[in-house]
Structures are given as structure tokens and as C-alpha cells.
């Protein structure tokens, strides 16, 4: 079904292509069951290795999709293979398509007031027939969270997909997972301000040269103090690969 899983200094990435993703979210939906799916790219491994709450929850997920060219780029250094970039921000249209193809229910959580709504906008006049039976932006805090869980499970969605950025995204739904009942919950970040079109995600170009990271720093430029990790992250990984030894 997959290819296996290749660990990227300590964090598990599973080996999926686009196409066995939106499978295992049909798999997921039948079995009916909650499952929790993250989207790992090089911040998320660097945030792991400082926070074990983080690392836990990327653990025990479902489905840890290769979300980053740094990713595969890393796989290839140890000489295993990740055969495909899966990346939050395609999985999310591509889901929709098939929510709509197969009459899933979809609910849109998180981002600024608005975006969630304008997101589910741009999705259903792509794909019709989609059901999108909730959007609320909230916050990630605890006073909200009883009421939001009892939101969403009042809308029993299939699929939820959660925009509170990471790690906060991801806690929040291994916090709750049991308790949504939701058969496929993922972590999205950004992807609904993509989608309702309030940011531009880099050029395909960019995008393939593994450029990406270069353009959120450009159009988000506070995100240069977390962008540090990454050289970090480049240097752990050829140290591992050829000064294992060295601490
Ligand atoms: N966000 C939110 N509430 C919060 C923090 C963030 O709704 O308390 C939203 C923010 O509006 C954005 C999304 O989380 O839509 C992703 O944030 P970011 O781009 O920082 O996450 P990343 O893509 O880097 O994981």
C-alpha cells in the first residue's frame, strides 16, 4: 500500500505518493475510526528535536506525509528514498475533489476570521457537489475547546481539516482525537490561506528546485528566526550520514 517509512533524524515520514494519501483517506473513512494525519517537513523535525510533546504526537499520527523537498532531499543522503513531495497545501484541494466525488462531509477549522469561509467558497465552486458542513476560525486555546469539539461533532464531518499553524495544530488534534470521532483530521497551516487566496504560495519552479521556503521568507519575512533551524537541519543530516560518530 505505502512504501514504508524512512526516519529523518528521529521523525517518522511515511512513503506515500498523493495518490495512496487520498486512498488511505478512503480507507480511513470506511473504517469510520480517527485518525490523525500530519504533514512533517524539516521545521517539524527541527521543532521535535526540541519539543517531546511535538515529537510524541508526530509518533503516534496515522499518516506522516513527506511535506518538503528537504525531506526527500534528506532520504536520498541515507540512501533511502521518499518518492514523492505530499504536501498539505495540494492534499487539501485534492481531498476536496474527492469529498466531492465520494460525498464526503468536510468541516474547515482555524485561520484568520473569514478565510475558513472564503476557502470553502473557492472549494465548492470548484467541486459542486461538495459538502462542507462547518467553518469556524476559533483558537487552539482551552477555553474553546470543549465548545469547538462539541461543534464539530455536531457537524460529524468525515474530514477536518485544522489550521492553527504548527505545533499547536497538531497537539490540538491528538488532544481531541478520540473525542472528535473524526475519521481523517490533518493539520493544514497555511493551506487555507492559500486556498481562499489571502497568500500566494510559490511558483512551480520554486516549488521543484525545493525554493519554496525562499518564498514564504520574501512574502513572510518574520519567519527568518524560524527559518534559522533549516541550514541547522541541512548540517544535522549530512552529520549523520557521514560523521555518525561525532558528537
Ligand atoms: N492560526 C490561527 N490561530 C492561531 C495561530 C495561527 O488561526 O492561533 C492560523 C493562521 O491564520 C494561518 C494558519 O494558522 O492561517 C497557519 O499559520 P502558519 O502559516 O504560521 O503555519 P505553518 O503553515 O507554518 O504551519
Known sequence: MTGGAVRIL??????????????????????????QVVTVNPEFVMAARRDAAFARVLEAADLALPDGQGLLW??????????????????????????????????????????AERAAAVLTADNPSLQVVGTYAGSPSMEEEDTIVAMVRAAAPDLLFVAYGAPRQDLWIHRNLERLGVPVCMGVGGSLDFVAGVAVRAPRWARRWGLEWLHRLVQEPWRWRRMLSLPHYAGLVLRARYLPNVR
Not at 20 to 25: C, I, M, Y
Not at 96 to 115: I, K, S, W
Open 74 to 115: 534528506a532520504a536520498r543522503v541515507q540512501g533511502r528514498a521518499l518518492r514523492e513531495r505530499v504536501c498539505g497545501s495540494d492534499i487539501v484541494p485534492a481531498a476536496a475533489a474527492l469529498a466531492a466525488r465520494e460525498g464526503f462531509r468536510l468541516f474547515l477549522l482555524g485561520a484568520a476570521p473569514g478565510v
Open 10 to 35: 528521529g521523525v517518522r515520514v511515511d512513503d506515500v505518493t498523493t495518490a495512496e494519501t487520498l486512498d488511505l483517506f478512503r480507507r480511513y473513512i470506511a473504517a469510520g475510526r480517527p485518525h
